[in-house]
């Protein structure tokens, strides 16, 4: 009687976990490199799947010159949203993951899409480089981003920061749910 208790109850919970939705989430990956020859050298990546309707999220996006040269020295010049290959991210450094609601992913995209479809020159070494596109990001994610001007062009040094800034960050040993 008791064993047939138990298979009906196991059975009742296989039953009940096959017919709930699986959690779905978007996460946000932060990752910088420093220096070196090729841009952008902070970036995000963000993958999963969105709560609501189950649409799968996949990219991985950076900030640059569209062109690079010592003109980005001077001043501005024209600005792009770049796709961040594996390999590329690869030889980069992770910091940290967030793990992001559907609004909070929303935010997010038309982040990405506001610095993407930005007119002229769009990129400025000192105003509007990779550091800063990736602090917005953060904030859309629910992150507290205050840009302190000596490492917005140090982007390992302005993602640990953002740590500091986050203790939840920290604590959960550089990954944290944002929601």
Known sequence: MRLAFVRRALLAFVLLAVALPAQAAV????YSREFGERFPHAFVELGGTMDQDGTPVSGT????????????????????VEAVTDGYKARSNAHFTV????????????????????????????????????GEIGRAAGLTVVNDPKLMKKPT???????????????????????
């Not at 996460?27 to 932060?30: E, L, P, S």
């Not at 500091?164 to 550089?174: C, K, V």
């Open 27 to 30: 996460t946000i990956t932060f």
């Open 61 to 80: 996006w950076g900030f640059t010159a569209r062109t690079l040269s010592p003109a980005i020295l001077m001043g501005s010049v024209h600005g792009m």
């Open 99 to 134: 793990t992001v609601t559907d609004d909070q992913y929303r935010n997010v995209f038309a982040v990405i899409e506001d610095w993407r479809t930005r007119p002229g020159k769009s990129y400025n070494l000192n105003s509007a480089n990779c550091v800063h596109f990736v």
């Open 157 to 179: 040094s302005y993602l640990i920061d953002v740590m500091r800034q986050n203790p939840r960050l920290e604590a959960a040993g550089r990954t944290t749910v944002a929601r």
